[in-house]
């Protein structure tokens, strides 16, 4: 059955967004370039000010990320060889 995309063409998109991501994040010292938006609407800078996690979550969630975004990318690689 021939999709409009073949798999490995499917596949190719969330990789290009997830090195994307992490290209963003490089070039901004490991911070989300939105966070300085919300910096301007609130005094409150504690780690989850700016997104729905609770605290302990938002403060060790580029260590988390670290860990993922490998693993999705590896997902990703497989799926396209097999």
Known sequence: MNG???AGRRSLIPAILIIL???ILVF?????????IA????DDRRPNFD???PQ?????NV???????PLEILIISVKLIF
């Open 63 to 69: 260590r988390i990320y670290i860990f993922l975004i």
């Open 51 to 53: 997104i729905y996690l």
């Open 28 to 36: 901004n010292n490991w911070h989300c370039p939105i966070t300085k």
């Open 39 to 42: 910096a301007k609407y609130t």
């Open 21 to 23: 991501e992490i290209l």
């Open 56 to 60: 302990l979550l938002a403060e060790y």
């Open 4 to 6: 409009f995309l073949s």
